[in-house]
């Protein structure tokens, strides 16, 4: 699928990970074993840059979807990145599968830097959105000082992704147990996450989009759920949360509690969990922009 308009793709060559995220050993990637290519959509900013906004999308979700609200915020004077993670659109690993938070960690940590080297003394701020939502608020208890802001669209509270099926027949018989790497599912449709027919056919229909992931990554969207979202009114960055009040993926009644702090919410009546691609997008945009520009500066 062809890169269009003023976006271009980076790719971060990372180390290979372990099976629980740490960086593994090895020196390249395909040919040479050991190494990991991190795609990344980036957009410059419009004039002299204010920060750099890196949006993680959603589970089986592509990076190249959120161009509406990179171009926004670049027009606002941000630059920002579009990353695919691990197992998803153009970034390589098997479909689906993150080998846990630390993974995740250190990939946002290596795209915050490539920003830095150009960007050195520009705040940064992460977008999430459903399951990059709970990576971001991951990042956000690990290293909450580079961070200006943090936008968390759609939350998953309670994670409802389906677990691979248990070992059956002769596996069974032998005692084998479910591996990190096996399969489930994401189990809901696409207009389940938006009123927006059109939308809701754009995803299904994106050749980058899937409905797979396995047993370590929904093992660690749990655990984002339990550890990092119970502490966002602790963090000391400023954080805006954002839901659909028809989200049933998420839970817009956990807005009334987080709002306390530096911790500010709104849910949007009517609206489901994809709220980027929503009918009323462009009002979500329109509040993520002028967000951000207010509570970043220089």
Do not use: C
């Not at 992931?213 to 969207?221: F, G, K």
């Amino acid at each position: 699928m062809p890169i269009q308009d003023d976006f271009f793709l980076t790719n971060l060559e990372l180390r290979e990970s372990s099976a629980v995220g740490e960086e593994a050993a090895g020196l390249s990637h395909a040919s040479m074993k050991g190494m990991f290519l991190l795609t990344v959509l980036e957009l410059a900013a419009r004039g002299v840059p204010k920060g750099a906004v890196t949006v993680l999308h959603d589970a089986g979700d592509t990076g190249e979807r959120y161009k509406s609200l990179a171009a926004a915020l670049a027009g606002e004077g941000f630059a920002v990145a579009l990353p695919d993670l691990r197992g998803h659109g153009r970034s390589e690993g098997p479909r689906g599968h993150s080998n846990g938070l630390r993974e995740v960690e250190r990939d946002v940590q290596e795209i915050q830097d490539h920003l830095a080297y150009r960007m050195p003394d520009d705040p940064k701020v992460l977008v999430g959105v459903g399951l990059g939502a709970n990576y971001a608020a991951h990042f956000a208890t690990r290293k909450p000082n580079p961070l200006a802001g943090l936008v968390l669209v759609s939350p998953l509270f309670a994670p409802r992704f389906e677990r691979p099926a248990p070992p059956a027949g002769l596996k069974k018989l032998l005692g084998k147990k479910p591996q990190p790497t096996d399969e489930g599912r994401i189990p809901w449709r696409a207009s389940e996450m938006t009123t927006n027919a059109a939308e809701a056919t754009a995803f299904e229909s994106n050749p980058l989009t899937h409905a797979v992931i396995t047993l370590r990554a929904i093992e660690e969207a749990e655990r984002s759920a339990r550890e990092a979202l119970s502490r966002l009114g602790s963090l000391g960055v400023p954080t805006l949360v954002l839901f659909g009040g028809d989200d049933e993926l998420s839970d817009a009644d956990r807005a009334t509690g987080l709002a306390r702090g530096e911790v500010e919410t709104k849910v949007y009546p009517g609206l489901r969990h994809a709220l980027l691609h929503e009918s009323s997008a462009a009002e979500v945009v329109r509040d993520i922009v002028a967000w951000i520009a207010g509570h970043v500066s220089r």
